[in-house]
Each structure stands twice: as structure tokens, then as C-alpha cells.
């Protein structure tokens, strides 16, 4: 069973950097074309916000009401993937979700496997 | 301000159905195929729907989904206290170039 595991600081100071890291194991990162990798945010009594994808090729794709701070990077070797985000704020407090993205093709996409999520605080 | 909208909670007794919808538009729900995720209290979501209307392995044949134009649904039968949670529709929005969550609906069991 596939199973995802995100790991970082649970404080941030604003204006930082937010750096998670997502471990997969139970399967590789490579195994699948169709497999993305996402993060998705959940501030606290609030909805979902999907944040950026990547593919183990190192293809991205990101939420751009982000305005470009949200950058995710993929280590194939050791089955990871992180994502890092810039200058954040108060309002970037939230559980920080990983998940896998299955793309079987153009539209047709869902997030199967999560991980059980991270809080991250942005406070000084 | 997500793009696809849901009711903020539904409600009904042990054993009824409840109906989720989720309305979108052209570039979301109209071109794209919608999923659904459940969300119990303190926990990850989780995938309830793909494609439309699929179950994934595991999840039981009272949840159904389905989709008419820039709407869709989900449907659960035979409500049971377990099935209190929060519920999100999704799906990828061209004009965006994002995927894209509803707002949510609470379902509560009276």
C-alpha cells in the first residue's frame, strides 16, 4: 500500500521560507507516466487549496494565485519530493497535505493517496 | 473564492440519502472530469469518486457520482453516523491552468 509522509517545521517566522518534504514509500516515484505528485494546503476550519504538482521528470505546474512563491522539487533517488515557499505569512498557516496525482489524460486527474498531513504555523 | 460551489452542509436522518452538488462552469466542471474526497474530522481526505462517477477500491456502492453539464453530484444512500464528515468536490480548470476544490459541505446524521 502506497503510503506518504510529509515531514518539516512546524514553525515558521514570517517573511521565511517553508520547506516540507514529502516521503513516499510503498512504491516508487518513477514507477507510473501518470503519477504526479501534489501538495495541497488547509488553513485552519477552512477548505482545500491545491498548490503545485510536479512529475518525476521534473515537470511542474503551480497554483499561480501563489504569485510564483511556491516551488517543488522532486528526488527521485531517495523517493521525495519538497516543496518550498517563500516570504510567507500569517495567512500561509495551514496543514500542508501531499499526494499522489493519477493523469490518466488531458482533464481527467484525482488525487488517490494522501499523506496525514503537517501543520505549519507562520508566527514570530 | 473557489470556482465550484457546494452547499455549506446537508443534513438527514440515519439510513436516508443525502445529495451533495457541486456547481461549476465551462472551463472546470463542463470540459473536465470531477472527483470527490471525504474528509473526517482531524483526518486527510480521502477519494470517494474519480472520473465522474468511479468508486475506488474499498468504497462502498452507497456513494455514487454523477455529472450534467457544468453540475455534478454526489450521492449518499443509506446514511450512516460514520459518514459525518466534510465532503469536496474537484476538478481541473482549464482557464486557471489549476486544479481547483469546492467549497465544501458538511454532511451531519441527525
Known amino acids: 500500500q502506497l503510503q506518504l509522509q510529509e515531514s518539516g517545521p512546524g514553525l515558521v517566522t514570517p517573511s521565511e521560507t517553508l520547506s516540507l518534504t514529502c516521503t513516499v514509500s510503498?512504491?516508487?516515484?518513477?514507477?507510473?507516466?501518470?503519477?504526479?505528485w501534489g501538495w495541497i494546503r488547509q488553513p485552519p476550519g477552512k477548505g482545500l487549496e491545491w498548490i503545485g504538482n510536479?512529475?518525476?521528470?521534473?515537470?511542474?505546474s503551480y497554483n499561480t494565485s501563489l504569485e510564483s512563491r511556491a516551488t517543488i522539487s522532486v528526488d527521485t533517488s531517495n523517493n521525495q519530493f519538497s516543496l518550498e515557499l517563500t516570504s510567507v505569512t500569517a495567512a500561509d498557516t495551514a496543514v500542508y497535505y501531499c499526494?499522489?496525482?493519477?493523469?490518466?489524460?488531458?482533464?481527467?486527474?484525482?488525487?488517490?493517496?494522501w499523506g496525514q498531513g503537517a501543520l505549519v504555523t507562520v508566527s514570530s | 473564492q473557489s470556482v465550484l460551489t457546494q452547499p455549506p452542509s446537508v443534513s438527514a436522518a440515519p439510513g436516508q440519502k443525502v445529495s451533495i452538488p457541486c456547481s461549476g462552469g465551462?472551463?472546470?466542471?463542463?470540459?473536465?472530469?470531477v472527483s470527490w474526497y471525504q474528509q473526517l474530522p482531524g483526518t486527510a481526505p480521502k477519494l470517494l469518486i474519480y472520473?465522474?462517477?468511479k468508486r475506488p477500491s474499498g468504497i462502498p456502492d452507497r456513494f455514487s457520482g454523477s455529472k450534467s453539464g457544468t453540475s455534478a453530484t454526489l450521492g449518499i444512500t443509506g446514511l450512516q453516523t460514520g459518514d459525518e464528515a466534510d465532503y469536496y468536490c474537484?476538478?481541473?480548470?482549464?482557464?486557471?491552468?489549476?486544479?481547483?476544490f469546492g467549497t465544501g459541505t458538511k454532511v451531519t446524521v441527525l
Open positions: 499526494a499522489r496525482m493519477i493523469v490518466t489524460a488531458i482533464y481527467k486527474d484525482y488525487f488517490d493517496f
Open positions: 510503498g512504491g516508487s516515484i518513477r514507477s507510473d507516466s501518470s503519477y504526479y
Open positions: 510536479i512529475h518525476h521528470n521534473g515537470i511542474t
Open positions: 465551462s472551463s472546470n466542471i463542463g470540459n473536465s472530469y
Open positions: 472520473d465522474n462517477n
Open positions: 474537484g476538478t481541473w480548470d482549464s482557464s486557471l491552468s489549476a486544479f481547483v
